[in-house]
């Protein structure tokens, strides 16, 4: 079997990308991590790519809504469109302060097309976010997303989704009292943490258990969910398709779901 390239990007201690390191390495993944990229130069997950001879970068976002802030529109990627991204992510600017917003997101483009252009320079066939603590613009998702390719970054998720989106699952998870808690692993949309869903692992939550004991459980499931995802992935098992159901009273509800084929 061929062996994929894997691209990952993270923004912290990187135990997840160490644990696809290790699958490739041990050869239960059929792929190689080919560059691992970061909005943070003090990421661990930059060391353990080090330690492995991948090839490693960082975009500064900070320094990026800088130079953006005194060159304005200078630093914005030409082929960046506004409305098309308001549009996208359903985000409307009487919502909310326009300049702002078009600040906001003419900073996360430019940072964007900077990621972009050093992943550019590493082919890859599947892009894996492994704590990588960016929410990204359809910017971004269209322009690794191309049709010929269809949906090729996958994200891991520290919850059951689609309870508890966002940056902190676990404490969600944990401050709800939730009796079983777990992670996703699922395909990136223009949504947070929306995307079809790939796999899922849960844990049962004792009444002994702290958030320090949750994290603990799950980031062990974590790092079996991502080796069997990206594998599934990595052996073209992982069809996306569209599925309409009924509902009552003649209501339908259309979904993009994650069929895994034997
Ligand atoms: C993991 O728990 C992952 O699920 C979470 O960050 C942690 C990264 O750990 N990701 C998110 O919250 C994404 N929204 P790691 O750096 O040790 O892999």
């Avoid at 078009?102 to 990621?115: D, K, N, P, V």
């Amino acid at each position: 079997m061929n062996k994929i390239r894997i691209g990952v990007l993270v923004s912290g201690g990187g135990s997840n990308l160490q644990a696809i390191i290790d699958a490739c390495e041990a050869g239960r993944i059929p792929g190689k991590v080919v560059f691992v990229g970061s909005d943070n130069s003090d990421a661990y997950g930059l060391e353990r790519a080090k330690r492995h001879k991948i090839p490693a970068f960082v975009v500064n976002y900070r320094k990026i809504a800088r130079c953006y802030d005194q060159e304005k529109e200078g630093t914005i990627p030409d082929d960046f469109n506004l409305h098309e991204i308001l549009e996208k992510q359903r985000l409307f600017p009487q919502s909310g302060d326009p300049t702002k917003l078009a600040r906001f997101l003419g900073i996360r483009a430019s940072a964007e097309r900077a990621l972009i252009d050093k992943m550019n320079t590493h082919p890859f066939d599947l892009l894996v976010l492994a704590g990588f603590m960016r929410t990204l613009s359809p910017y971004f998702i269209d322009r690794i997303n191309m049709s010929r390719l269809g949906h090729r970054i996958m994200n891991i998720h520290p919850a059951l989704l689609p309870a508890f989106p966002g940056t902190d699952g676990y404490g969600d998870t944990f401050r709800y009292g939730c009796k079983v808690g777990g992670c996703t692993v699922h395909f990136v949309d223009y949504g947070e943490d929306s995307g079809p869903i790939i796999g899922q692992k849960a844990f049962e939550i004792d009444p002994g258990d702290t958030l320090e004991t949750i994290k603990e459980k799950g980031l062990h499931l974590e790092w079996e969910l991502y080796e069997d995802s990206v594998r599934l992935f990595a052996e073209g098992r992982l069809k996306i398709i569209r599925k309409v159901f009924d509902l009552k009273g003649g209501r339908k509800i259309e979904r993009t779901i994650v069929e895994i084929e034997s």
